[in-house]
């Protein structure tokens, strides 16, 4: 009698956790400059153009210092796959073809996100991403893309 309360009492719980554990994980990222930066939003493409390498200034003029983290970073690959559908191979591969070609170079890697704000917040002219909403001074977000659901 007891264990059929306390397995009446147990199954809402269980029916959460089974819920949250098939939902995915998703979170949203956010492509960051200085508060100052006359840059107020970007597209999606023109996002893609400057971490690519395609572009590097902003739709103004003013030069672009891109900013991404390291490639081992785990958060790396969710932000190109969000950002331009390519797995994180892929953009290696790209950077990879582009300097042996002299073409272009990757945007520079720092060490962490606290780094990337702080860089962020020391240059007006640098973009990064970040995968949490900014909120300390000094920092906007110009575009906010959402994570890719995994397969």
Known sequence: M???????????LAAVALLACALPARADFYIVVHASNPQRSLTQKE??????????????????LIFDLPRDNPRRGDFYKALTG??????????????????????????????????LRRNPGALGWLSREPTEPGLRAVLVIKEAANP
Do not use: T
Request: a positive charge; proline letters at 5%; glycine letters at 6%.
């Open 47 to 64: 996002a893609v153009d400057l971490f690519m390498g395609r572009s590097r200034a902003f739709a103004n003029g003013d030069f672009a």
């Open 2 to 12: 007891a264990l059929r309360k306390l397995l009446k009492l147990l199954r809402p």
């Open 86 to 119: 390519m797995s994180v191979a892929q953009v290696n591969s790209y950077w990879s073809r582009l300097m042996f070609s002299g073409q272009s170079v990757p945007p520079q890697a720092l060490a962490d996100e606290a780094a990337m704000a702080g860089m």
